[in-house]
């Protein structure tokens, strides 16, 4: 089993910065991969970005983030980050920790969803 924990969200004004953490716990051995997704509100939740775990420069971004955010993990502390700048009002959102879990080591996968941190861009 996997823990994700999330930290790092809060209210930013347009144009700043933020950085969001996600530390996992327990068979992290056995995860693939770990990204970030995000849920708008009104809207359908969607993939923010993702990072292999045995290869880190297989990493995928959405298009609406390419060059402003960035992820990347410290193995030491299992720990995937997402830096996000020069954020806008359309960023705001619930951001979860994805971590895809057992196929690098068993043969299935099973999803692990961290309970999610806001991040709201506003005046």
Not at 33 to 39: D, E, K
């Amino acid at each position: 089993q996997v823990q994700l924990a999330e930290s790092g969200g809060g209210l930013v004004q347009p144009g700043g910065s933020l950085r969001l953490s996600c530390a996992a716990s327990g068979d992290t051995p056995c995860i693939s991969a770990m990204g970030w997704y995000r849920l708008p509100p009104g809207k359908e939740r969607e993939l923010v970005a993702r990072m292999s775990t045995s290869d880190s420069t297989e990493i995928i971004y959405a298009d609406s983030v390419k060059g402003r955010f960035t992820i990347s993990r410290d193995d030491a502390k299992n720990t995937v980050y997402l830096e996000m700048n020069s954020l806008t009002p359309e960023d705001t959102a619930v951001y979860y920790c994805h971590a895809p879990y057992g196929n690098k080591c068993y043969g299935w996968e099973y999803e692990y969803w961290g309970q999610g941190t806001q991040v709201t861009v506003s005046t």
